[in-house]
């Protein structure tokens, strides 16, 4: 069966950190391009951090740089993303896609490019 499988959220306060883990099961990420994105009631999904399949490329949203790390361990078939300085604007639920992307292609957080994705995990950054 494939699929992916977040884990890692949960509540944190301001100025917290938490590390989100997204393991791949039933196929290897090795080719794909892993992208994290989150979701708030009443918003559309939004990419937070995209890493091509060989790391070359990596996308942060403005609002996460200087904040989160994205990477990739192939060899564990794991994608994380390292969240520091949390804010309340960052709670939401955060979710987990693949793509098969050119390498040449800019712009590789765009959600509509993802075509499979996992459950989620819920992150919520509140005192």
């Known amino acids: 069966q494939l699929q992916f499988v977040e884990s890692g959220g949960g509540l944190v306060q301001p100025g917290g950190s938490l590390r989100l883990s997204c393991v791949a099961s039933g196929f290897r990420l090795d080719y794909y391009t892993i992208g994290w994105f989150r979701q708030s009631p009443g918003k559309e999904r939004e990419g937070v951090s995209c890493i091509s399949d060989s790391g070359d490329n990596i996308e942060y949203a403005d609002s996460v740089k200087g904040r989160f790390t994205i990477s990739r361990d192939n060899a564990k078939n794991t994608v994380y993303l390292q969240m520091n300085s949390l804010e309340p604007e960052d709670t939401g639920v955060y979710y987990c896609?693949?793509?098969?992307?050119?390498?040449?292609?800019?712009?590789?957080?765009?959600?509509?490019?993802?075509?499979?994705w996992g459950q989620g995990t819920q992150v919520t950054v509140s005192s």
């Open positions: 896609g693949s793509a098969l992307l050119p390498r040449s292609i800019q712009d590789i957080c765009i959600p509509r490019r993802y075509d499979f």
